[in-house]
């Protein structure tokens, strides 16, 4: 309950720019996009990349780091933090690494040919070879 209030405060706080002094229509636009994304979203809820590319825009484009952060509601360490963090793109993960390459190979399918054990004819079977190494995959009777 008190969290809600202190939201819905900071929503109200925030939605006076005019107390704030912000005269720059970019600032007011980017503290109307924070403003909406905290009242629908929970607290401690990370903000978007367009939210952060969003002040980073502004700041390119000569807006006053401390009239940026004001506007947001954000912190110098907050700020600080995502110019440190690397611009991750979606398809990597947070360790850096390059996603998984998937080589789509298929090879010469016998159809008279059954493996050993197998309940199902070989057409049912997947192997996959990486160097040396093969796996068999295949279905097992229920």
Not at 38 to 53: I, N, V
Not at 75 to 95: C, F, I, T, Y
Request: charged share 30%.
């Amino acid at each position: 309950m008190g969290q809600a209030r202190r939201r819905i405060q900071h929503a109200q706080k925030a939605d006076n720019s005019a107390k704030d002094g912000i005269s720059d229509p970019r600032l007011k636009m980017l503290r109307q996009r924070f403003t909406s994304f905290r009242r629908e979203h929970k607290p401690r809820t990370r903000y978007p990349q367009a939210l952060r590319e969003a002040v980073f825009s502004a700041l390119r484009s000569g807006a006053n780091e401390l009239e940026v952060r004001r506007a947001c509601g954000l912190s110098a360490e907050q700020l600080a933090a995502w110019r440190g963090r690397k611009m991750v793109p979606a398809h990597e993960d947070s360790l850096g690494r390059q996603p998984a390459r998937v080589f789509s190979v298929v090879d010469e399918v016998h159809p008279g040919v059954s493996i050993e054990g197998a309940s199902h004819p070989a057409v049912e079977d997947m192997e996959l070879r990486v160097g040396g190494w093969a796996i068999l995959i295949r279905r097992v009777e229920e």
